[in-house]
């Protein structure tokens, strides 16, 4: 389970057997989970157009259905080596709480793998010390088939601030909605 700050309850509320289901994706062959709740779609890569004056790490922003949505890239965001993109490169779509309101945004995946479900009682506070990603934006550790899964809070990856610039520099480009290549 988790809050509305996306942080995994360790206690899931006292409810025994509580899971939470998570959609996995790789960062630099490192696999990464975010709540299925907060997840619209996947799509594969497409042309993503770029925004003067925005921040490093905004890609640019894609036509979705006639929505102009902006596109992260969280290896740059997480400080990673930028990669090349691949037949597995893909944009999923999420949704994040800014100021209160419900929007949504693109995130860069090197590849997604599957929805899993995790027990609450199997996921661990993030660590201390060794993460290669700042700990403010996890919400927990987890562990699947032997392998370690990093669980995000989309929250806190794009803090309020960070994302108010971000809509604000795509809202002054809505009117790129018509010159933007619309995507299915």
């Given amino acids: 389970m988790a809050d509305q700050n996306n942080t995994v309850k360790s206690d899931a509320g006292g409810i025994p ?44 922003v894609i036509n979705l259905r006639g929505q102009v949505l902006p596109v992260v890239d969280l290896r740059h965001l997480f400080e990673m080596h930028r990669a090349d993109m691949t037949v597995n490169t893909c944009i999923v779509i999420v949704e ?30 993030p660590p201390r ?9 996890i919400s927990g550790m987890g562990k699947y088939h032997d392998e370690f899964i990093v669980i995000l809070n989309l929250s806190k990856v794009m803090g309020d601030e960070d994302l108010g ?3 604000e520099a795509v809202s002054a480009t809505k009117d790129m909605a018509d010159t933007v290549p619309a995507s299915e």
Avoid: C, H, W
């Avoid at 062959?29 to 921040?55: C, F, K, S, W």
């Fill in 165 to 167: 610039d971000v809509y």
């Fill in 96 to 125: 994040v709480s800014v100021d209160g309101e419900n929007v949504a945004l693109g995130i860069l995946a090197d590849a997604v793998r599957e929805v899993i479900e995790l027990p609450v009682s199997d996921i661990n506070p």
């Fill in 17 to 60: 057997g509580a899971t939470i289901q998570l959609l996995t994706f790789v960062l630099d062959d490192e696999i990464y989970g975010a709540d299925i709740n907060q997840i619209q779609e996947v799509l594969e890569y497409r042309r993503v157009t770029r925004v003067p004056r925005t921040p490093d790490y905004l890609l640019g």
């Fill in 129 to 137: 010390i060794g993460s290669r990603i700042d700990t403010k934006f």
